[in-house]
């Protein structure tokens, strides 16, 4: 009998607006993705028609050899690919180190140098004045400018801590009766445990690096050398944007790639790595942004 | 039982005092964080005397230290100057934050909750995991999709005229009107998944006694949401409000910039763009710190405002 509780007409009508809600959400969030699939895997000037939804119409692949011979982007990729990994490794060892120190129940300057990093969180230069101090660094014009500055985040080393503290100190005891050191103590014992939270900011990094753009445009407007993947697709998407109302003219052109094929198969390969990774690796930042919660 | 005996001894020698004999013991912990001082005074504090230039008429040949001062006279031609049009850009940049704000969270609550009512792990799982992939996306692939999207060809505008709501193209980047809504369902497509998982997981940590007891009443689905879900959730809400109020006035950057062109510049253009063009395009520092010296002092003070508010009210606060 209590089973059949739930089927009453408010129960119905309330699962079918539900499952309506939850179609068009879908629909909404993954249309879009596979219609640039879709895209740039189609032929340039048959795209210019409209129309192509979520299959290509004239199969090519001209668009992603014509990608892939781009010097920018390829330089692009390299960099992405690099900062990706260098600023990953980097902000995750000094954040776990910031971490490590500041849960010590022992360490004198607790308090006061936990408030330090907590500042940083809510006050901050702002734009002009952290361009100044990065040019007189030399940090403009750099690759560096990717990785150094920011190297320790409050927000990292407050999840990180967090996770810390919940380990027993008990653990640290004993290995300092068994003679260890600290730096024994953070690689041997407390590192080993820290696995699952390591691996949630790792890719927390990893996919804030690779989807930034604004500091290659402000540090590194000037040195091609250092571009990244996603500034250069939106140098591409900006000049996509000015040319879309004269749609026309590209239609009447013999290339067989535009402006709009172009940008997909570009857009395809930047988000390629995330989309690849993702279902493997999606259990992870659900378990950071709990294990850290909003608290602090 | 022994070990947390142990643990409180630990936790009663907090405030210990600072002797040879313990900062020896630690040197290890006051070598890194001696380390950590110094970056993160040159990255993190450092930028901040850079406000000295708000106050200045900075030259870069001249320095921090050598240009003049010229007293609040940036903050006078900001604020009072027509031309420079700054409190335009001051309401874009709230308005647009509220009205993100404010969708994101409605957006986020009721997919949490409608997902929640979803029993079926086989069908609630793979719309949770696509639901939060937009978040992983640059705003320049998102951004791009958008335009894609709405574009006079795109499938926003097949569907307008395939329903009859428009008998001709919207062109829907080229009129102001739609701009603050664009920018609104950008971060709410991106968003909303990822937000939503907060939610979820104040929603799983309610009480399911509760739920039974209600039912056993004779509550129905909608009135166990009122009566417990929605209550089991506000603290949470309350502290996401408090975070994302005092981000307020940040969260106008990267959509704006990347969607807003000359047509729609009145209504898209916020005070970090603001910053963008008067700082770095054309070189005036000062007047560009003095607009960000103004968010931050507004940024600050509204955290400090509501975590106040918060605390009267005896919820979770921030700080």
Redesign the interface.
Known sequence: MRKH?HY?A??II??IF?AI??LA??I??????I??IA?SFNDGTDAVR??I?LWPRKFSLRNFKTVLKMEDLLVGAKNSVLRTVLATLSSLF?CA??AF?LS??????KRG?SL???I?M????????????YKS?GLTNSFWVYV??G??SAWNMLVLRTYMHGL???LE?SAQLDGA???TVFTKIISPLCKPVYATIALFVA?YQ?????DSM?YNRLADEHTTL?YE??KL?SS??QQ?TS?EAAKNSAATVTP?TI??AA?VV??LP??CL??FL?RY??TG??IGG??? | MAKEKKNKNVDEIKDRKITWKEIKRQKALLIISFFMLVYGIVFYYLPLAGWLMAFQKYKPKLGIFGSKFVGLENFKFLFMNKSVAFWPVVRNTFFMGLLNLVTQTVMAVLFAILLNEIKANVIKKPIQTISYLPHFLSWIIVTGILHDALSNSGIVNELLLKFGLTDRVIDFFAHPEYFWGIVAFAHCWKETGWNAIIYLAAITAIDPCLYEAASIDGAGRLQKIKYITLPGIKPTFMILLLINIGNLLNAGFEVQYLLGNGLVKKVSDTIDIFVLKWGISQNDFSLGTAAGIFKSVISITLILIFNNIAKRNGDERLF
């Open positions: 509780k009453t408010e129960s309330f699962d539900i809600f939850m959400f879908i909404i969030t993954v249309y879009p993705v219609n640039t895209i409209g129309g939804h000094a180190l910031l120190v010590r129940k022992r360490f004198l300057f140098f330090f990093w907590v940083t809510y006050v901050n230069g702002g734009m002009i004045p952290t361009f100044v101090l660094l150094v500055p190297m320790v027993p100190d008990s005891e050191g600290y730096w996919v690779w989807n930034s753009w604004f402000l996603q697709l939106m998407l996509v944007m879309s749609a709009v940008r997909a857009t930047t988000m995330i989309i993702y279902p999606q930042f659900v942004l709990t909003v608290k602090e």
